[in-house]
């Protein structure tokens, strides 16, 4: 009988303690809620001292735009890993490549926000980050135009794109005020280039949107 009650005893503190779990439940984003994250970290070493950083923007799920999870078998070629291709465009690129000319190290990784609890994870990570403004400068290529058409009056135009950059401290920040990336384009491309931001621009959003549109 004794062991017969420490038995009950155990399955009752079971029960109660399964009763004490949080059920969380996940939802799915629509379809026109899901975004991709874009992130590329900046790292500098002022000194002794190791600082670092994190451009950040979300990009609209477009039929164009979305990522692909791919089945890869693996070595053994007994199983499978579901691998992650994130899109990338015109506008990435461009980011990525004017970031490199300062940072030539750094990368850029994505995450596919969709559910309301990857927003969840994201908001609670980056919520009491320090928050400034970098600038990506588009800039016309001068190296091979015709000298003439440089002269007192004429103009061209140069691209500015503006991008949040994250430092979990606000000690961090100090070295990443005023960022500012360049990169050059081939005159002839003006046109180009400008109908590809006027596409773009509008798939581009800030970070804080995520959790402030999530409802």
Not at 19 to 24: F, G, Q, R, S, T
Not at 26 to 39: E, M, P, Q
Not at 55 to 84: A, C, M, S, W
Request: proline residues 4%.
């Amino acid at each position: 009988m004794k062991v017969l009650r420490n038995m009950v005893r155990v399955i009752t503190k079971k029960r109660e303690l399964m009763e004490d779990i949080n059920k969380i439940e996940i939802r799915f984003l629509d379809y026109s809620k899901r975004k991709v994250l874009k992130c590329i970290r900046l790292d500098k070493q002022i000194g002794n001292r190791h600082v670092w950083a994190e451009l950040l923007y979300t990009r609209d799920i477009l039929p164009d735009y979305v990522p692909q999870y791919v089945k890869e078998k693996t070595e053994n070629g007994l199983f499978f890993n579901t691998k992650i291709v994130f899109p990338q465009d015109d506008y990435d690129i461009m980011v990525l490549s004017a970031v490199k000319k300062e940072y030539p190290d750094a990368r850029m990784t994505c995450i596919d926000v969709n559910t309301d609890s990857c927003i969840e994870r994201l908001r609670k990570k980056y919520v009491d980050y320090s928050k400034e403004t970098a600038i990506v400068y588009l800039t016309p290529d001068l190296s091979q135009v015709d000298p003439s058409l440089v002269r007192v009056g004429s103009f061209f135009t140069q691209f500015r794109v503006y991008i949040d950059i994250y430092t979990p401290c606000i000690g961090f920040l100090d070295y990443f005020k005023n960022e500012g990336y360049f990169d050059y384009y081939n005159l002839n491309s003006t046109k180009q280039i400008d109908k590809m931001l006027d596409v773009k621009l509008p798939t581009v959003h800030h970070l804080e949107e995520l959790w402030s549109k999530i409802n």
